[in-house]
């Protein structure tokens, strides 16, 4: 068990012995010459929280974001989550290229130099994996905020937008999909409708103000706002205009949700409202009866959060939360709420809506229409279970 | 419904505007369709994209046993954490769906596309179009849906009709919880 807030309880300790004169003693390495310069920089030795990831497939699965141990909306690049088919393929940037073909005017090839030279826009978006969260349906949730919803993950995203892109090749009137494909292994591919491209997608090739991440498709990407992460397409290196959908197999047979009624549903892309109380919540301790900083992440793929309500008595009555700003659309954002814990047993849970009057359904609700057998797309409210010793429990 | 007629109203235009006056900058290089033939490698449930070749389940075995059997298991039931491919026919409403070619899948392009561009596993892009028909026209053997004869080639496989061709519905989304009009929403004062 990690201790809920151990710095913060530090500086507590420091406020209350101050008078005492009894100081912890400075350590002695601080007056000791410190570290040279570096070209890039490390974190602390003394912070350690990484990726999760299990699985006999390396190169094929998921790492999940800790985002219990981290702050305000954005993710560090280093953590953000990783969802690969057929693992990270190594670029060269001087030698990828982006082809633009298909039911176009003129089908155009676009070096990476080319692309930076094209107008550029950087916005802060969440991406989400369809299947965060996904083991809510069955019933047998992650024990941590990581295991449960740590494919999710909120980046400044820096690009193209897709539609000057459209621009250059000339969209034909019967170009109604976009079929867009990776340069990885498994060259990854999905169909993306007209209308969203020439809404807010982008062909990326920074994040948070550097290079992407090999892992997050350097040298370049699609990023689709707010739509589940799959049809953001690492690696891009293909985009096809066509006049109907090519049915992928991530859009034909994966990415789809098996219903009751034996029929699944398909391009379900919008990743519904949704959020998660971070801290305190599963796998931490309360430090005993007192004052906590209740925290946690809300998102939407149909634009902003407009309200987080936190319940901390099993869901009898809730408050409103402290939305921190920036409060982006289609990003992940930051709630707070101020808790004296009593020392009760109790369950707490985070419900928000956004700004088309969706609100966050309950497990109950999504399962009466959805059943069990659906494992994408899951938006549930996620609730901690408190234990009298302070334990913080996913059930 | 109206708001999203509206708002499919308003991206067409913003759409056609963009068209009309779209700004050309003169950056990116021209090619051709005929230069992109090599790696323009996507098929469309119609045949679309479909190169020339052909192949049998017979044909198919040999290729199968070799190079996806280790994973995927001789008969197609899946090995550790490798997807089986065969069986769950009739599953799909029960507690324990089984998802494969066979009870899922709704194109047959669908398996020839994602075998061409992502199989083997290690090796990928590494087999010919008639190895990919081949081992696709096995695959769907496998699960009782071709002879192991039938010849599939660009002019047969779009027509080979899946079991769950009629299994999927559009999103109908929101479909659950949309407002706050529950008792469980009321706000207790802080």
Redesign the interface.
Known sequence: MKPFNSRRNFLALGGTTLGAAILRPIDANARELGAPRSGYSDRSKYETAERYFT???PA?GSGRTPLQDLHGIITPSSLHFERH??GIPDIDPAHHEL?I?GLVD??????MR?LY??PSVSRIHFIECAGNSGREHEGRPGETAQKSHGLLSCSEWTGVPL?VLL?????RPSASWI?A?GAD?????RSIP??KA??DVLVAYAQNGEALRPSQGYPLRLFVPGWEGNVSIKWLG?M?L?S?P????DE??FY?D?????????????M?AKSVITRPSGGQRLDGQGFYEISGLAWSGRGRITRV?VSTDA?R????AELQGPVVPKASTRFCLPWHWQGEETTIQS?C?DET??????RD??L???G??ASD?YNGIKLWYVHRDGAISHG | MAERIALAAVILMTALVARADAPTLGIGREVSEADLEQRAISVAPDGTGLPFGQGTARAGRAIYDAKCGACHGLKGEGVGDYPPLVGGRGSLKSEQPLLTVGSYWPYATTVWDYINRAMPYTDAGTLSADDVYAVTAYVLFLNGIVSEGKVLDRETLPRVRMPNRDGFIDDPRPDVGSHPSTPSARIATP
């Open positions: 699985g006999s497939t094929t088919h057929s082809t073909h003129k089908p155009l090839v676009f070096t080319d030279r094209l539609k621009d250059q090749v000339g969209v079929v494909e292994a498994s060259r990854l591919n007209m209308s020439l809404d293909r096809q066509t109907e090519y049915m992928t197999r034909a047979a789809t098996l219903m009751p009624s034996g029929k699944a549903r398909r391009f379900t892309f919008v519904e309500e869901g009555t809730w408050r409103e419900r809506t009057g969706y609100v966050q359904p309950t609700a999504l009466a229409v959805r069990k057998n797309h």
